[in-house]
């Protein structure tokens, strides 16, 4: 079993994920989780979401991964009671020792699997884990596919290891930083990082505090603390060989449209080597679709460099915005039209390109639009706007198809097709 593991955000995402190919998901609580400025789950959401996963056979890990304070505990019981027992979900992911053992108090039946943020890199802490109940650990980003084989070969077979094999990076190890803390007061591994490493940067001369100079960008670039994004689509093989169970991606802040696209693609590469492991091959749709996702520059993260020969910093612009979601089919009309919700401005004539959970369409050029009264329409200018579209070709479109138009390399949007 190789798994494709997906960031659910809200329940919106969830939902997403699981249409589009995801094994499992990863979630979290209002409180608890490393994500607070994700949607996140109240406890209805949490509970319902959970129920519609398990009905399509996605399994959902709730993750309780926060470094604790003693505050943290006064509440934390009724909230693994809830995880465990009325939201039934598979497992929690936890970094901290002390919340470890309060899940095994609570929830003695609980899948435990281990957070990144534990940093777990070898095999014997790898053992530790195991024997303190552990089912599974999520690695170290900093760790090698060479790493992994060692550690894979060192531990029980039936010990699951995780990792991260799309999606943002971090400039701190394993994600655990304290520049949140420093700038914003915002407590980075409590889960409210305001991610300070995305940010812009000026030197200031210690005699003259009130001058900053920019920092000009050379061969190491100007964001000097933002680290590329990580992509392993064009490397399954090698994931699977090192012993590898479940694929990571991350993304659990980013929108209902990058949880569709890396569930879909990644679900199709797990796919085509369980079907053909000799004679697997990337499909060149993978890689078309992974770059109209907003983004950085692409890498393999350090899976075959180590962070202190190849520190993974972006270079140049922080983020590529190549495509714009402009509508979500949720829906069927009458005489060839979709029931449509708008995201960004479409018109009348455009030519979009189509992404559903199953196989592919060609861009596919828009000849009507109505609204919900059956007016024809030009444009659909307001966001969460109803509306009917057709195109000029038939299509079989089924609810959560995206329909984007295609932006330039600086963020704009292209001239209408």
């Known amino acids: 079993m190789i798994e494709v593991l997906s960031p659910a955000g809200s329940p919106e995402k969830l939902k997403t994920a699981v249409l589009y190919g995801a ?3 990863y979630m979290a609580g209002r409180r608890f989780g490393l994500r607070t400025f994700s949607d996140n789950f109240d406890h209805e959401q949490m509970k319902s979401s959970i129920a519609f996963a398990h009905e399509h056979g996605v399994k959902c890990y709730v993750t309780m991964n926060i470094m604790g304070l003693e505050s943290d505990l006064a509440t934390i019981n009724d909230e693994i009671d809830f995880v465990a027992h009325e939201a039934k979900a ?23 699997h281990i957070s990144t943020q534990a940093s777990t890199t070898n095999s014997e802490a790898c053992k530790f884990w195991y024997k303190q109940g552990a089912k599974r650990i999520v690695l170290a980003r900093e760790l090698s596919l060479a790493d992994i084989k060692q550690i894979r070969a ?3 077979p039936d010990l699951e290891l995780e990792t991260f094999v799309h999606g943002a990076m971090c400039v701190s190890y394993s994600g655990r930083c304290i520049l949140s803390n420093y700038f914003t007061g915002r407590r980075a591994n409590g889960g409210a990082c305001a991610q300070p490493c995305r940010w812009g940067y000026a030197l200031v001369e210690e005699k003259r505090p009130d001058t900053a100079m920019p920092i000009e960008q050379d061969e190491r670039g100007t964001y000097i603390l933002s680290s590329k994004d990580m992509s392993m689509i064009n490397h399954v093989p090698e994931l699977v060989d090192a012993g590898i169970d479940s694929l990571k991606i991350e993304g659990r ?11 879909k693609v990644y679900r199709e590469a797990v796919d085509l080597y369980k079907k053909d492991p000799e004679n697997w091959k990337a499909d060149p749709h993978w ?15 350090f899976f075959y460099d180590y962070p202190m020969n190849d520190a993974k910093i972006a270079l140049g612009r922080t983020y590529v915005k190549p495509a714009f979601v402009v509508a979500q089919i949720v829906g069927k009309g009458e005489n060839g039209y979709f029931k449509a919700v708008q995201k960004n401005k479409l018109y009348n004539g455009d030519t979009l390109n189509v992404l559903k959970p199953v196989g592919y369409e060609e861009p ?11 007016v024809e329409l030009d444009s659909v200018p307001h966001p969460g706007t109803v509306f009917y579209i057709k195109f000029e070709q038939d299509m079989d479109l089924p609810e959560l198809t995206f329909l984007s138009r295609d932006g330039d390399k600086d963020g704009g949007i292209k001239p209408m097709a």
């Open 23 to 25: 094994d499992a998901v």
């Open 90 to 112: 598979d497992a929690v992911l936890v970094s901290d020792p002390g919340i470890f053992t309060r899940v095994k108090d609570v929830a003695p039946d609980l899948e435990l």
């Open 154 to 156: 060192n531990i029980p």
């Open 253 to 263: 802040i980013k929108g209902d449209y990058y949880a569709a696209v890396t569930a």
């Open 287 to 301: 890689d078309d679709l992974l770059e109209k996702l907003v983004h950085r520059d692409y890498d393999t993260g």
């Open 364 to 374: 596919a050029k828009v000849i009507s639009i109505k609204d919900e009264k059956g």
